[in-house]
Nanobody, 120 residues
Framework: QVQLVESGGGLVQPGGSLRLSCAAS????????MRWYLQAPGKERELVAH????????NYADSVQGRFTISRDNDKNTVYLQMNSLKPEDTAVYYC?????????????WGQGTQVTVSS
């Protein structure tokens, strides 16, 4: 079955960096776009970054543009989120996401999330 396993979260000081990873299995990774979402305490989950299946196209939320970089390695079935110049407001649980459509039905997949805390 489809599995998405995030790692790399932790506690970092403002201005610091973290690199999140999401290891995917159970589907043909190179055929699917991937996304990172965040969910801050008491708030709805929101899209942070998107990368196309081959990695040639990326999009970012305005709040992270210029600070975060999404990338992928299709040989390793892994998507990454490099986060630089972190701010306290980046504190959230970060989730990896993909979806696929089978027989006109959409299946959405989420990882378990990884906590990122930005604090001095």
């Amino acid at each position: 079955q489809v599995q998405l396993v995030e790692s790399g979260g932790g506690l970092v000081q403002p201005g610091g960096s973290l690199r999140l990873s999401c290891a995917a299995s159970g589907f043909t990774f190179r055929l699917y776009a991937m996304r990172w979402y965040l969910q801050a305490p008491g708030k709805e989950r929101e899209l942070v970054a998107h990368i196309s299946s081959a990695g040639e196209s990326t999009n970012y939320a305005d709040s992270v543009q210029g600070r975060f970089t999404i990338s992928r390695d299709n040989d390793k079935n892994t998507v990454y989120l490099q986060m630089n110049s972190l701010k306290p407001e980046d504190t959230a649980v970060y989730y990896c996401n993909t979806y696929r459509t089978v027989n006109d039905k959409r299946y959405v997949y989420w990882g378990q999330g990884t906590q990122v805390t930005v604090s001095s």
